[in-house]
């Protein structure tokens, strides 16, 4: 599966964005996602989670309130949903495809991921 990630930009503080993840083929609807980002000099983290059929979600702490994670598996396309948007926000976001895993949230549990797209918020 290939994963093409867009939507990032560059935001006022209290801004929104949505970010869009194209997945390559059919079997989009066998994966799990998830979110994450990576901040320059810092970690990746996990931001959000959706189960295959979208019954189920998790979102990180940070994110929580002000994001939504949803996907639409006849377009292959899993949404990041992001309102009122801090300069901590700013990062690379990523999206991945997991197998086997019911709502994952930790990178190793992905096999699959998109080249991540920019998002910065400015103050």
Known sequence: VQL???GGGLVQAGGSLRLSCAA?????????MGWFRQAPGKEREFVSAITR?????NYA?????RSTISRDNAKNTVYLQM???KPD???VYYCAAS?????????RDHVYWGQGTQVTVSS
């Open 53 to 57: 059929s979208g019954s189920a979600t």
């Open 83 to 85: 309102n009122s948007l």
């Open 61 to 65: 702490d940070s994110v929580k309130g």
């Open 99 to 107: 197998t086997g895993v019911y709502l994952p949230t930790v990178a």
């Open 89 to 91: 926000d700013t990062a």
């Open 4 to 6: 093409q990630a867009s």
């Open 24 to 32: 390559s083929d059919r079997r989009f609807s066998n994966n799990a």
